[in-house]
């Protein structure tokens, strides 16, 4: 008979021994597990994601129900654990259930430290520990135009960031001088400050809260240095308490946290405990690589494999905000024993810093450049002497080796046993072995599979490098499915619909096989996109039903329900006469703000749901149609004065945007699109971070492409330059209708080109029979795009658009698709 194995807590520790032991024997014990939290196993660092936006709850599950179900484990979600009965072997939970064990595992994690205030009772003072947290702050701060965050360590900078995002004004308060004390020196704290301040986050260093005020609600902050601010919220991330209420109920042994020997039992030998509740050897561990290693030693121990005891680990940090590199490992503040190698560029955000102790290197802190932490790492783990590689070792592995081409994150120079995700202690061989034996063929395999990348994330460029570099070109042929309704990737499905006459999304459902009836809010918007550019006539009709709200309402939805208007200003240029009729119907609607958007137009914000047509309608008959604000396709054409008007001018920049914006408006791209056109080479209209730029240059026009201005900054690269006013808008023309048709539906010019590469695209756009061709298609296409969609949109009825929407008329389903980018 099996023996019965309970675990307290569904969190990432006691799950992922869980994972390991089934994969050593997945027969020897009946699983039953309890959470606290009302959900399946989720990636809680992820939680980080979800606050700035770039994750949804959805993609940070580990473990969803289907997975407990086939290893037949039994789930008791959103039910706590209260007391454990040694002598008879049970444990009881808050809704009552009683269960008999031989083996328990105590897995409970940690709670946020909040230290007691004035105010720190008052709703809204909350920690950053779970996903009900982060629900909380999100909700909160849309009401909310401050927040205030206190704790400038990982957490707290994550969570700092996060609430950023939301165009918050956000102030973090730290105790010490300097940020990420526990993880930076002064040096490299104050090039990270200065990198989030351009997020938009204010710092109040040597800075504690005095007190909260506020009837029920956070009101207002008072800080320690006398001054105080209106704030709905206040995210404390101040520390962890390891979580060992059951255990001392238990009365098992407990000191910081509850005692474990190398094997992680606890002081009741039928008793295990793994994760942040655990105290090993006097230290407490709140990152998970250590929380893993501790898990790969129980997860044998439960299975009777022999293994070595855990012997304790060395910790390594990485901080999750894009745009941000850091990495720190070991002792990197170092003490009069020690000395330090240094390498700082203040000026391009560069430091490295290398803490040696008997010619080994025992701490490492690397900031603006963490391509060769791995090597760092592994030097550290392994004691090298460094003593022949002191004068080079801070500039990276590359300049040993000679090879100046590459940097330390090209997997070639990596030696099998260098460490790739330090989350889960997995080194490049181990990927490199999984993929050839196990026959692995995509990111997501690799992942399930070795575990590489599946919890921070952030090494998941590196394990696609490898992917890459081991399979060749067979991995440009494999791809994951789109979204959770099929098993295909965009490349396939936009094969299949070349491939085939197609005249809904239903039929290309059924011919791939699609698990959904109606599909989702990923692959119907893309499928319908992908029918559009097939037929680029009038032979496909535009599915709404399967587009984005925004792109269904012809406006954009803001934060309160409101939604903005935003007429098409040809290449920003307008007329007083424009000016007055813009006036004139924001006094008639009472429109509440007026506002120039980034792409020189005029933006009508906060027009109720039911004036949209009506307003429309009047722009209409001042000659105004739809900017399409909203679109996966031409946004704006923005222009500097150029040579009509500027001294330096070469070109006349305006006269072509108009000419371009009114070659390029209505056309459907894969997402938004931007056009720019300088003048001269000083760039005024800032060309080189739109989609398409156009740089005037004396002897013509140089063509930039696929920049991006969005959370991470990309300058364009150079396609060609051209002589004429002809060539120019035969390359605008033709790159719209290459990007249209080769990127994957909701890819970014920058995203596309990085995928598909800066040569590939010039061997076609700079081959004129292939330029050709695309420009007749993109010609062809326009003649059925150009219809403002606010004149058809009344011309239809426009109350249809805003009745609730039936996907087959025959039968009402409840899918509606809203935005997601
Ligand atoms: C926002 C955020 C970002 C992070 N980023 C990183 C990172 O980048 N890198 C990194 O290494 N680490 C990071 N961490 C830390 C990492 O998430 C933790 O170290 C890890 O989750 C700890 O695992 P655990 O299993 O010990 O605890 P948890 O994952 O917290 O799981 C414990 C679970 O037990 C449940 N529980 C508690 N008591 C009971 C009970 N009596 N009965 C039933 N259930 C109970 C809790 O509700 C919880 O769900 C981050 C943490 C947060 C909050
Ligand atoms: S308008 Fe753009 S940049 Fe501004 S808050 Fe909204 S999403 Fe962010
Ligand atoms: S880009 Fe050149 S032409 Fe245009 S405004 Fe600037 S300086 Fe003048």
Avoid at 381 to 389: A, G, N, Q, R, V
Avoid at 583 to 604: E, H, N, S
Wanted: glycine share 8%.
């Amino acid at each position: 008979m099996k023996e019965k194995l309970i675990v307290v807590g569904n969190g990432m520790s006691g799950l992922r021994v869980i994972e390991d032991l089934l994969e050593i024997n997945k027969d020897k014990y009946d699983i039953t597990i309890f959470g606290e939290e009302p959900y399946v196993n989720y990636n809680r660092i992820m939680l980080s994601y979800i606050l700035s936006q770039e994750k949804t709850f959805e993609d940070t599950i580990i473990n969803h129900e289907s997975w407990y179900t086939q290893n037949n484990i039994t789930l008791h979600k959103g039910d706590k654990v209260i007391s454990i009965d040694k002598l008879n072997k049970t444990v009881t939970s808050q809704n009552g259930k009683v269960e008999n064990y031989d083996k328990l595992l105590i897995a409970t994690g940690s709670k946020p430290f909040i230290p007691q205030t004035v105010g720190s009772n008052l709703n809204n003072v909350i920690a950053f520990r779970n996903k009900a947290d982060v629900d909380t702050i999100i909700k909160t701060i849309d009401k909310s135009k401050t927040a205030v965050v206190v704790g400038g360590g990982l957490l707290g900078l994550e969570a700092a960031y996060g609430i950023a995002m939301h165009g918050v004004k956000t102030i973090l308060v730290h105790r010490s001088g300097s940020i990420l004390s526990q993880q930076l020196d002064s040096t490299g704290g104050k090039l990270l400050q200065e990198n989030l301040e351009k997020y938009g986050i204010e710092f109040k260093l040597n800075t504690t809260i005095k007190q909260i005020n506020g009837i029920s609600d956070v009101e207002e902050v008072e800080f320690s240095d006398g001054s105080s601010v209106e704030s709905n919220i206040v995210v404390f991330a101040t520390g962890i308490i390891p979580n060992k209420d059951l255990a001392i109920e238990a009365k098992l042994d407990t000191k910081k946290g509850i005692i474990v020997d190398d094997f992680m039992a606890t002081s009741d030998k039928s008793i295990f405990a793994v994760g942040e509740c655990v105290e090993h050897k006097g230290n407490t561990y709140g990152l998970v690589a250590p929380l893993y290693e501790q898990g790969k030693v129980l997860a044998k121990k439960l299975a009777d494999v022999e293994v070595d005891g855990y012997s304790g680990s060395t910790l390594s940090t990485r901080l999750k905000i894009s745009g941000v590199d850091l990495f720190s490992a070991g002792d990197y503040l170092g003490d009069e024993t020690t000395e330090e190698l240094i390498l700082l560029d203040e000026k391009v955000g560069i430091y490295k810093k290398l803490v040696i102790y008997d010619n080994k290197i025992i701490g490492i802190v690397l900031y603006g450049d963490t391509a060769d932490a791995s090597w760092y790492l592994k030097l550290l783990k392994e004691h090298t002497d460094i003593s022949d590689l002191r004068t080079k070792i801070l500039f990276g592995k590359s300049a040993l080796s000679g090879d100046s081409g590459h940097g330390g994150d090209d997997v070639n120079s990596m030696s099998d046993d260098e460490e790739v995700c330090g989350c889960n202690g997995v080194c490049k061989g181990d990927v490199v072995n999984a993929i050839k034996d196990k026959d692995l063929k995509s990111l997501s395999d690799v992942k399930s599979c070795t575990k590489a990348g599946a919890s921070c994330g952030s090494c998941l460029g590196l394990v696609e490098q490898i992917l890459v570099n081991t399979l060749g070109d067979e991995y440009n042929a494999v791809e994951e499915g789109i979204c959770d309704c099929c098993d295909v990737g965009h490349k396939e499905i936009k094969e299949c619909i070349n491939e085939n006459e197609f005249s809904d999304v239903y039929e290309v459902f059924e011919k791939l096989n699609w698990k959904t009836n109606d599909g989702c809010i990923k692959c119907r918007p893309a499928i319908n996109y992908y029918l559009l550019v097939k037929y680029n006539d009038d032979k496909y009709k535009n599915d709404k039903r399967s587009a984005l709200v925004n792109d269904r309402n012809y406006a954009n939805i803001q934060k309160d329900g409101t939604y903005s208007v935003v007429p098409r200003i040809w290449g920003g240029l307008t007329s007083p006469q424009e000016l007055k009729d813009i006036a004139d119907i924001a006094v008639k609607y009472d429109v509440p703000t007026v506002k120039f958007t980034g792409g020189q137009r005029l933006d009508m914000l906060g027009v109720k749901k039911e004036q949209l047509a009506p307003m429309w309608k009047d722009l209409n008959d001042c000659g105004f149609v739809s900017g399409q604000a909203y679109a996966k396709g031409l946004r704006t054409v923005k222009t500097c004065v150029g040579s009509q008007w500027c001294r330096f001018g070469t070109q006349d920049s305006m006269a072509m945007g108009v000419k371009l914006e009114k070659l390029t408006w209505g056309s459907w791209t894969p997402h938004k699109y931007k056009i720019a056109v300088s003048g001269c080479p000083r760039n005024c209209a800032e060309a080189t971070i739109k989609d398409f730029g156009v740089v005037a240059v004396d002897s013509g026009w140089e063509i930039h492409i696929a920049g991006n201005g969005g959370i991470k900054v990309r300058v364009t690269d150079l396609l060609c330059k051209v002589e004429t006013d002809e060539e120019l808008i035969e390359y605008t023309k033709a790159f719209m209708q290459f990007y249209r048709e080769d990127a994957y539906y909701l890819e970014r010019t920058a995203h596309w080109l990085e995928r598909v590469g800066l040569e590939y695209v010039k061997k076609i756009m700079l081959d004129t029979q292939k330029r050709e061709y695309y420009v007749l298609r993109f010609e062809e296409s326009q003649k059925s795009a150009q219809v403002d969609p606010w004149a058809k949109a009344i011309e239809d009825g426009f109350t249809k658009e805003f009745s609730p929407i039936v996907i087959k008329p025959e039968e009402s389903v409840s899918f509606e698709a809203k935005e997601i980018n």
